[in-house]
């Protein structure tokens, strides 16, 4: 896939998880007034592990249980199944100090800036009280020094002009440095990026994710990215993971999974994204392959939950669910029954 940019370097050295998921669901009991669903299942089953100076993205469209993740690991959901560690220890921040400590700890950053931050308070109100709320006890001026390094980290100068600003008076590049200045403010190990450029004007977006990139290597962060952009992902990115319906359908080091996708959505994710270079099908026709979003079910499928969209399906798609396989031995890895020996005969011969 020729994205249009170059790829930033991954990192090299392999470290313990600052966070990590291990058998993560989550399960939603609705009404039978709403649609007639009883439960929807909305994420089954997803491991991952966040190191500190590396980035894992988690890729899919809308509806897929990507942004339900982020804020399972935030804490802001229950959990129905799995165990959240914090750097190996399970999490259960009940109590109101504990949830504080483990928010100083992982931070989530949303993707509109515009609501994220409150319109009544100035800036400065607003990354002081972050400062406060997290064990700042510096005098006043020792604040103000604080308040100038956060936001020469975020390149925004001078401080002066932007303090006593309200956030309607700033562009939406400014107001998610901002952001970003806030979530450093309480000196996290952890930041959750949920679709964090999506909103911003495409000519500034690159600004973001390279400032973003710099405070990892910096600051020695573990970073989650969210997005459905698959683009991006692969120039911002160390490994990519790709969610179906809540399951993680392939995953692996971004180079590996972007140049070589075996799995048939992780093929349409890269094929509907822009490239001038490609000629064919467009995106609407590459859209076209299957009907139904990626939206979770109201019950957990028997097979694939891709099996009614991919054009290469076998009868045993929609009876069982495939095992995780390897496709090489970088740690790519897919969920599909098009990668074991049995079907080799059948590969990308569509059924349907």
């Not at 562009?171 to 996290?188: F, N, V, W």
């Not at 609407?284 to 028997?302: F, K, L």
């Not at 890895?333 to 005969?345: F, G, I, K």
């Amino acid at each position: 896939m020729n994205a249009g940019i170059d790829v930033l370097p991954m990192s090299k050295t392999i470290k313990k998880p600052v966070l990590e998921a291990t058998g993560l669901g989550k399960t939603f009991n609705l009404s039978r007034a709403v649609g007639g669903q009883r439960r929807v299942v909305a994420v089954d089953a997803v491991n991952l592990a966040l190191c500190a100076g590396s980035t894992v993205a988690l890729v899919g469209e809308s509806g897929s249980g990507k942004s339900t993740v982020a804020r399972l690991l935030a804490q802001l959901l229950p959990a129905s199944a799995g165990v959240v560690r914090l750097h190996g220890e399970p999490v259960h921040p009940r109590t109101g100090r504990q949830r504080r400590r483990y928010v100083g700890e992982v931070q989530l950053l949303l993707q509109d800036p515009f609501a994220s931050l409150n319109p009544v308070h100035t800036i400065r109100y607003q990354l002081t009280r972050v400062l406060r709320l997290h064990g700042n006890r510096s005098g006043r001026q020792r604040v103000e020094e604080q308040l100038e390094e956060l936001l020469s980290t975020v390149q925004l100068h001078p401080a002066s002009q932007f303090l006593d600003k309200y956030p309607h008076e700033l562009s939406g590049g400014q107001l998610q440095r901002i952001a970003i200045a806030r979530t450093l403010a309480a000196s996290p190990s952890v930041l959750l990026l949920d679709e964090p450029v999506s909103m911003l004007d495409v000519s500034i977006r690159l600004g973001i994710l390279n400032l973003l990139a710099t405070l990892k290597q910096q600051q020695e962060l573990a970073i989650l990215y969210i997005t459905h952009d698959i683009a991006s992902a692969r120039y911002f990115a160390d490994e990519i993971l790709v969610m179906y319906r809540g399951h993680v359908v392939e995953q692996g080091p971004s180079e590996s999974v972007t140049q070589h996708p075996t799995h048939p959505y992780t093929q349409l994710l890269i094929e509907s994204a822009p490239d001038p270079a490609r000629r064919g099908r467009n995106a609407a026709e590459v859209a076209g392959i299957g009907q139904g979003g990626g939206a979770a079910s109201a019950a957990t499928p028997t097979g694939c939950p891709f099996a009614r969209r991919c054009p290469y399906a076998m009868p045993v798609c929609s009876t069982e669910m495939p095992a995780v396989s390897a496709v090489d031995t970088e740690g790519h890895e897919v969920r599909c029954w098009l990668n074991t020996p049995e079907s080799a005969n059948q590969r990308r011969v569509p059924l349907h």
